[in-house]
């Protein structure tokens, strides 16, 4: 599964390009150096993730609230359902992982008696959000959940809604200069730490805690991404002293991600290991590794995505993907805008967990995520 945040990152950025949650615009460019003295030692450059990260925060700051924080009394689910509140769903485009999250709203807004009475995607087109934001306005919605195009656009796209006293939910990303309590109630995205440090330590243990890593990370100022990327690398650093980050690289655009693969396995041919800051740019690093024959360097990413479990289930280079819970990101989404309607205040900023996803729990692994069977072109190659 492509990350839904990623696919609106790389949209902010004006790449047009597939991605999950929006934020900042792109800068360009990315570090490339090495490091051959210390233990666990890493390249300078990587601007986007050189910091220690040690929790997920939100893109203004915010402390992450559990989306398991979110409960209901008896006495506010009878208010629910007499208040015959209704809904609309405007998704910046349709995936595997929106599916999920979709999924996860609709259940949980039947479950508190709130009626969905609008959905629709976007397919990445501004001026089709906002086209979509009046088409569902005029059915008078009490809440909108959904995800932004683009902060920008969607300023203007989501005002319709916010004159009318539409309480809004986001996931991931919110429009400029929107603030929290007076035009939206609530963000909810992933455990950005959790991805990032589940991911150090599914390849460090691979690994059996040495050798030589190389990064291959998303070089833009984009809060999901770099908070992902930089867990990673903390979590690396600290708890497996013995293994050596030698190459990073920046990209921009997730398809030159085979290019910059190639090049560090070049540079180090010795390399162990690899991380991908998510599935399509991992994906190109796979391209990497088979046009040179190499199977010996493993490969760790991040998010649900059918082509990497079908390498890992058949042994490929893939050990381990990390992935978010996106149908609950869908549930804590109908519970944030259900506490705007009871007059609770929502979390500014509220986080579904992660899991980890190796050869040994792919079934379990689909279902924890996006509550679904394992789609047949990974469950023919199960054993």
Same mark, same amino acid.
């Given at each position: 599964?492509? +990350? &839904?945040?990623?696919?609106? #990152?790389?949209?902010?950025?004006?790449?047009? /390009?597939? /991605?999950?949650?929006?934020?900042?615009?792109?800068? %360009?460019?990315?570090?490339? +150096?090495? %490091? +051959? +003295?210390?233990?666990?030692?890493?390249?300078?450059? =990587?601007?986007?993730?050189?910091?220690?990260?040690?929790?997920?925060?939100?893109?203004?700051?915010?402390?992450?609230?559990?989306?398991?924080?979110?409960?209901?009394?008896?006495?506010?689910?009878?208010?629910? $359902?007499?208040?015959?509140? &209704?809904?609309?769903?405007?998704?910046?485009? *349709? @995936?595997?992982?929106?599916?999920?999250?979709?999924? !996860?709203?609709?259940?949980?807004?039947?479950?508190?008696?709130?009626?969905?009475?609008?959905?629709?995607?976007?397919?990445?087109?501004?001026?089709?959000?906002?086209?979509?934001?009046?088409?569902?306005?005029?059915?008078?919605? *009490?809440?909108?959940?959904?995800?932004?195009?683009?902060?920008? %656009?969607?300023?203007?796209?989501?005002?319709?809604?916010?004159?009318?006293?539409?309480?809004?939910?986001?996931?991931?990303?919110?429009?400029?200069?929107?603030?929290?309590?007076?035009?939206?109630?609530?963000?909810?995205?992933?455990?950005?730490?959790?991805?990032? $440090?589940? #991911?150090?330590?599914a390849l460090g243990t691979a690994l059996g805690g040495k050798g030589e890593v190389?990064?291959?990370?998303?070089?833009?100022?984009?809060?999901?991404?770099?908070?992902?990327?930089?867990?990673?690398?903390?979590?690396?650093?600290?708890?497996?002293?013995?293994?050596?980050?030698?190459?990073?690289?920046?990209? =921009?655009?997730?398809?030159?991600?085979?290019?910059?693969? *190639?090049?560090?396995?070049?540079?180090?041919?010795?390399?162990?290991?690899?991380?991908? *800051?998510?599935?399509?740019?991992?994906?190109?690093? /796979?391209?990497?590794?088979? &046009?040179?024959?190499?199977?010996?360097?493993?490969?760790?990413?991040?998010?649900?995505?059918?082509?990497?479990?079908?390498?890992?289930?058949?042994?490929? @280079?893939?050990?381990?993907?990390?992935?978010?819970?996106?149908?609950?990101? !869908?549930? !804590?989404?109908?519970?944030?805008?259900?506490? =705007?309607?009871? !007059?609770?205040?929502?979390?500014?900023?509220?986080?579904?967990?992660?899991? &980890?996803?190796?050869k040994d729990n792919i079934t379990e692994g689909y279902q924890q995520s996006l509550? =679904?069977?394992?789609?047949?072109?990974?469950?023919?190659?199960?054993?």
């Open positions: 599964m492509k +990350s &839904t945040i990623v696919r609106c #990152a790389v949209a902010a950025a004006g790449l047009g /390009l597939a /991605l999950t949650a929006c934020s900042t615009g792109a800068s %360009s460019g990315g570090g490339n +150096s090495s %490091s +051959s +003295s210390g233990a666990a030692s890493a390249p300078a450059g =990587s601007s986007v993730i050189d910091r220690v990260l040690t929790a997920t925060t939100g893109p203004n700051g915010e402390t992450p609230t559990p989306l398991t924080d979110l409960t209901f009394s008896d006495d506010d689910l009878a208010k629910l $359902k007499a208040g015959h509140y &209704t809904a609309a769903q405007l998704w910046h485009t *349709s @995936s595997q992982l929106v599916s999920a999250v979709q999924n !996860g709203a609709e259940a949980e807004f039947a479950r508190l008696g709130i009626n969905v009475v609008a959905t629709a995607n976007a397919n990445m087109d501004a001026g089709t959000q906002a086209n979509q934001v009046q088409t569902a306005m005029a059915k008078k919605p *009490s809440v909108i959940i959904g995800l932004p195009v683009d902060p920008t %656009s969607s300023a203007a796209a989501f005002q319709p809604a916010v004159d009318a006293g539409t309480r809004l939910v986001f996931m991931s990303n919110v429009p400029a200069g929107y603030t929290y309590g007076k035009q939206y109630s609530s963000i909810v995205t992933d455990d950005l730490y959790a991805m990032g $440090k589940r #991911a150090a330590e190389g990064i291959v990370f998303y070089n833009a100022q984009y809060y999901v991404t770099n908070q992902r990327d930089a867990a990673f690398r903390t979590t690396l650093m600290k708890e497996f002293p013995g293994i050596k980050i030698v190459a990073e690289q920046g990209f =921009s655009d997730p398809n030159n991600a085979t290019g910059i693969a *190639s090049a560090m396995l070049t540079q180090h041919p010795n390399l162990a290991g690899i991380y991908a *800051s998510w599935a399509q740019p991992g994906e190109g690093v /796979l391209s990497a590794l088979r &046009t040179v024959g190499n199977t010996t360097t493993k490969v760790v990413t991040l998010d649900l995505d059918d082509p990497i479990i079908v390498d890992m289930a058949t042994g490929g @280079s893939t050990v381990a993907v990390v992935a978010d819970e996106a149908w609950d990101v !869908g549930k !804590g989404m109908a519970d944030a805008a259900a506490y =705007s309607l009871l !007059g609770k205040q929502a979390p500014a900023f509220a986080v579904a967990g992660a899991l &980890t996803i190796t509550h =679904s069977d394992v789609p047949a072109t990974v469950r023919q190659v199960l054993k």
